[in-house]
């Protein structure tokens, strides 16, 4: 992403380094993962390193839904939300669910989104990335068969 280009490759290995760590933190035995989060997972860690931070919000939502609807509750037909409360997740998923939310059903009057954003708040929209792939993580290694 990186404003339309490649970013260099020292921003991607950090990137990359950081994804590996927070893997390692949080993988501490076997788990059922689904087919379909894993490999939104696979893009997430990509456009994470490409520096796409408001689709990894959104992708982030999608692969806890997937994840969960697959592994834990296949039978579920509620919203997102409804889901993750079911299971009990915590992890600061409203805030992510709220942020997606405001990204794909725009305000008119207050959008949370502009180009200027990755020029002016670089850094803090790779923070909210970062957050959300940690909620993303927290949901997948929710429940370890050790």
Not at 43 to 68: K, M, P, R, Y
Not at 107 to 124: G, M, Q, R
Request: net charge negative; proline share 3%.
């Amino acid at each position: 992403m990186e404003l339309y280009d490649f970013p260099n490759r020292d921003s991607w290995d950090k990137r990359r380094v950081w994804l590996d760590r927070v893997i390692d933190e949080r993988c501490i035995g076997g788990y059922d993962v689904s087919e379909q989060a894993a490999a939104l997972t696979l893009e997430l860690q990509n456009i994470f390193c490409c520096g796409a931070w408001h689709t990894v919000i959104i992708l982030s939502v999608a692969i806890v839904d997937a994840h969960f609807r697959d592994v834990e509750r296949p039978d579920h037909k509620g919203s997102t939300a409804d889901l993750v409360k079911q299971i009990g997740f915590k992890s600061d998923f409203e805030w992510l669910r709220k942020k997606r939310n405001k990204l794909v059903h725009i305000d008119v009057t207050n959008p949370i989104a502009s180009l200027d954003d990755y020029l002016l708040k670089k850094e803090a929209l790779e923070e909210e990335a970062k957050k959300a792939i940690e909620i993303v993580f927290d949901a997948l290694f929710m429940f370890p068969h050790i």
